[in-house]
């Protein structure tokens, strides 16, 4: 079992940015990818990063260029980051951190970033 605790999040003005983080912990042997969802209201999650355990990174079109996943493991915890830039309105969701092992599919219990003025 995997469990993801999220920090960061909260209010970012439109051009703002912001910083997420989310540690693993639990019984897991390795976690193949992890990385960061989100879901806006009226609207189907979407991937907004990803980073494997090799450091591949993918990111989805809308953010290509503003973001940045990134991941370390210190003290036996996995942690995956995200940094956007140059914030906009159409980017207020809630962020999902996810992770992926060979045996499940895991998620955070989200973090609200509204975007505003």
């Known amino acids: 079992q995997v469990q993801l605790v999220e920090s960061g999040g909260g209010l970012v003005q439109p051009g703002g940015s912001l910083r997420l983080s989310c540690a693993a912990s639990?019984?897991?042997?390795?976690?193949?990818?992890m990385g960061w969802y989100r879901q806006a209201p009226g609207r189907e999650r979407e991937l907004v990063a990803s980073i494997t355990s090799d450091g591949n990174t993918n990111y989805a079109d809308s953010v290509e260029g503003r973001a940045t996943v990134s991941r370390s493991r210190e003290n036996a915890k996995n942690t995956v980051y995200l940094e956007m830039n140059s914030l906009k309105a159409e980017d207020t969701a809630v962020y999902l951190c996810n992770a992926k092992s060979s045996f499940g599919d895991y998620w955070g219990q989200g973090t609200q970033v509204p975007v505003s003025s």
């Open positions: 639990g019984s897991f042997y390795r976690l193949n990818v």
